[in-house]
């Protein structure tokens, strides 16, 4: 497929270079700024862009892969002259029908994972989640995503929302979760690396039971001793002693509720 | 070298195979109950007991591995004879002068990791943190961890609290990120395991980066547009919408003071 890329960031970088690994044709790719249009367009192929006039009419797929909040500005421009194309953005959290009345062909593609530019991902395994105006765009979307991954699924935008949220927790909050470790650590002159082995277990472990039974620690069984004391050791860090304690409470109440107690 | 167990629990198993893989002579196992006594003892070795006076006073090493609330209550009676013996308990959460008074030497091997009775580990990659009482004691735990692990570090039980809570940051806080992920993805119809490949690469990507830089998302950006239906999302829930916007908080005052702002 001739594609377009609009937006040259962490996410447009790893699909576009899977899209050329599996043989399509990336013909363009517009970004704000000059350097990221020509960043992205050595790596996947295209002619780089900063106007937006001057994106080509001819693709087969417009992939809109920008910030959240450009992307209803930026929609209108991108339809405009290319009604009967197809066209998709890649954002989790919005909905399909920002493309309404844009364009008679369009729908989301949202590949669930954290992309960083300097490293490479396998897009095989990577669930893409799908979504489509009509049966056509539907099915062109989904021929298109099993040319590059494995895992391809529809979801609605409604329920996309949810999975959004799914992955704000499994991702960025346990990012944050060894962020707040690393600083405890730091504090006390111990390297974070040491952390590491602990943190690849309990990753895998999800692979294999569910998170209620891989659960473990002073707040699973609720040693008030380690809590109460775990606590204070905190006292200096009120944001942070206030997660510590709330995630305390809710991993024991989820406890109690999976006892039915 | 001669061990004796008193504790059969998940660290213990795994401590035990180890040492058996390593040549070492597991002469006893004690725990409260002769079913999880018996267990251990089939796995690694020794004779099972459940009479804590009938505890053989031959081994070279003493290895308590039991309930933080019972170490101090079972400490007096393991050392009671036996005091020129060495003794070590395995709990990151407890002081070494749990045994001041009661042994000659004594100490702390903590082998931090979140163990598992059905799945076995690779012990020769645990970070084991000891302390000893004296150098003879120091010294004997460093040449015995390392006949089992590659990461041996001193540490004080000062510094091992700190490194303690850091571990349950680490481990405990993310597998409950994991488990509310699960929550809110169940709600919907969406299976967990598409979240595996985002969690897996959020766990690979602090191996090269560190949780600062690696960080992602609408709270990094403080994108309140996101923030908000997100949080709304959660409003029947109120213990998980307060989490979700704490963390939220929490990220971006973190990435506010990383930029120095």
Chains 1, 2 share one sequence.
């Not at 049966?135 to 949810?162: A, N």
């Not at 472990?205 to 039974?213: E, G």
Request: charged share 20%.
């Amino acid at each position: 497929m001739k594609v377009i890329f609009i937006g040259a960031g962490n996410l447009a970088t790893n699909l576009a270079k899977a899209l050329l690994q599996s043989g399509h044709d990336i013909i363009q790719v517009y970004s704000r700024t000059m350097e990221s249009a020509q960043a992205l367009a050595t790596l996947a192929g295209g002619a780089p862009t900063t106007d937006i006039t001057s994106v080509r009419a001819d693709a087969d797929l417009y992939i809109l892969s920008v910030k959240d909040s450009v992307l209803a500005e930026l929609i209108p421009k991108v339809c405009a002259g290319r009604e009967n194309k197809v066209f998709v953005h890649t954002a989790g959290s919005m909905p399909m029908n920002l493309f309404q009345g844009m364009a008679l062909h369009y729908g989301v593609l949202y590949p669930m994972q954290s992309f960083s530019k300097q490293k490479e991902v396998d897009f095989s395994v990577i669930p893409c989640f799908i979504e489509g105006n009509d049966d056509y765009t539907l099915q062109l979307l989904e021929e298109f995503v099993h040319t590059f991954s494995d895992r391809c699924y529809q979801l609605s935008s409604e329920d996309r929302k949810y999975l959004h949220l799914g992955a704000v927790f499994a991702c960025n909050f346990v990012n944050h979760c060894y962020e707040l470790s690393s600083e405890v650590l730091q504090a006390h002159g111990i390297p974070f690396d040491v952390m590491l082995p602990l943190i690849d277990e309990t990753a895998q472990k999800v692979h294999h039971l569910s998170p209620a039974d891989a659960q473990t620690g002073p707040a699973l069984r609720y040693d008030e001793n380690v809590i109460r004391s775990q606590s204070l050791l905190l006292k200096d860090n009120p944001l942070m002693k206030d997660l510590y304690d709330r995630m305390s409470v809710s991993i024991h109440r989820t406890e109690l509720r999976r006892k039915g107690e």
